[in-house]
């Protein structure tokens, strides 16, 4: 008899070991285990991870968002700033990977196979796409190009 998979715990493993480390190396901090933020020139970027709402013990879907906050004096002190005056643009992930809004399902891949094909979109694609963010006009103009 096949032992159940355990969703949530797959979920965590993958954003310790292979969503955290490329982005930690690229220069973001992280807050808790699904949020990363990293400013580039003037603006903050951040990426985060979210669950599906309708999650359970025989399917969990996840998706990625991207976002961008315009970096204020006020701002460089609170690490994490929800002032909605400074949001500037945001996107789900799967825009810049898969052309539209994605999901990733845990319950359609191996372990293995959903490590690689995440690491894959994120260090390939997403990263060297935020690379080129720096300014608000380049957040707003990454946006209007994939959401």
């Known amino acids: 008899m096949d032992t159940p998979r355990d969703f949530k715990a797959e979920f965590k493993q993958l954003l310790r ?3 955290a480390p490329p ?3 690229a220069g973001f901090e992280v807050k808790g285990q ?3 933020r990293r400013p580039v020139g003037e603006v903050f970027q951040y990426v985060s991870y979210e669950g599906s709402r309708s999650n359970g013990k025989d399917s969990f879907g996840f998706t990625g968002n991207v ?3 315009q970096v204020a004096p006020a ?3 609170d690490f994490w700033c929800d002032d909605p005056a400074l949001w500037i643009a945001g996107l789900r992930m799967g825009y810049l990977t898969h052309g539209r809004d994605h999901w990733y399902h845990l319950e359609q891949h191996s ?3 959903l490590a690689a094909l995440v690491a894959h979109d994120l260090t390939q694609i ?3 796409r935020l690379a080129a963010v720096a300014t608000a006009r380049d957040a707003m103009a990454l946006k209007k190009a994939h959401g």
Do not use: E
Request: charged share 5%; proline share 10%.
């Open 111 to 113: 372990p293995q196979a």
């Open 23 to 25: 982005l930690k190396a």
């Open 126 to 128: 997403v990263l060297p």
């Open 34 to 36: 699904q949020s990363f």
């Open 75 to 77: 701002t460089l002190a």
């Open 17 to 19: 070991h292979t969503i």
């Open 67 to 69: 976002s961008f906050q």
